[in-house]
């Protein structure tokens, strides 16, 4: 009896150790081993949030490892990650793993900024690039999700309008009190949102449009002083995402 109690316990690890407990998550929809394809222009800022969901009962250390599928970016084009309450620089790198481990709870789901916030600043004129994140449990990398995302250069504003919509330059830019936003959502598109971020990728202030075409204002006067983004946001995907400079009072 002994012998069939081990034996039992030891298939019991064994399916432990390699079961996938790490997902990514875009909305409702599981990435893992997908393609995102994303439509970039020269000179703006593109921001892209994907979940993290953890289906174990216990509490995951995690890393994630990005790759530059191509080798190398083009001129002026950055890139990097937020992951957490943590953003880092970014790093020309062909594959970068972040130092430290993260945590993700048990039974919980790292959302929007909190997951996988990734950044990719093009240049004059755009190039095509192709990321690939990781995420991996530092105790088992055999749990891990895998996603990319291929920033395509769209060949006109037609094209680039069909994912959803698009925004204008805040103006003024920089301000210290209000900014306003001209926006247009295609006709396919539901609803939209105008979504502010600080550095660190966290949602600072965030307003559901209500028309298709419109000019939207926000008051920025209670913001501290540095670098956000503002993105437009259609189900749960950011489309277009710019800088805005809060200046000093």
Not at 14 to 29: A, M
Not at 157 to 174: D, L, M, R, W, Y
Not at 183 to 190: G, M, V, W
Request: glycine fraction near 8%.
């Amino acid at each position: 009896m002994k012998k069939i109690i081990t034996f039992f316990c030891f298939v019991s690890v064994v399916f432990d150790g390699y079961s996938q407990n790490l997902h990514l998550f875009v909305g409702s929809t599981d990435v893992n081993n997908t393609t995102i394809d994303i439509n970039v222009t020269d000179g703006l800022d593109f921001v892209y949030d994907i979940d993290i969901h953890n289906t174990s009962t216990n509490a995951i250390t995690y890393k994630i490892t990005r790759v530059i599928l191509n080798g190398t970016l083009g001129t002026d084009c950055s890139v990097n990650f937020c992951t957490g309450t943590t953003c880092y620089p970014p790093k020309t790198d062909t594959s970068w793993t972040m130092p430290q481990g993260a945590i993700i709870g048990s039974n919980s789901n790292l959302t929007g900024a909190s997951g996988i916030s990734t950044h990719l600043v093009e240049g004059t004129p755009a190039t095509e690039n192709s990321i690939y994140y990781k995420i991996f449990d530092v105790s088992n990398t055999n749990d891990s999700a895998v996603v990319t995302l291929h920033y395509k250069i769209a060949t006109g504003i037609n094209e680039f309008e069909k994912t959803g919509g698009s925004i204008s330059n805040a103006f003024p830019n920089p301000s210290n009190t209000t900014i306003a936003v001209n926006y247009n959502l295609n006709e396919n598109t539901q609803k939209g949102k105008i979504i502010l971020y600080d550095m660190l990728g966290k949602v600072v202030k965030e307003a559901v449009l209500t028309d298709k075409l419109g000019v939207f204002k926000m008051d920025v006067s209670e913001l501290n002083a540095g670098v956000y983004f503002y993105a437009l946001q259609v189900s749960n995907k950011n489309l277009v995402t710019k800088k805005l400079i809060i200046n000093s009072k």
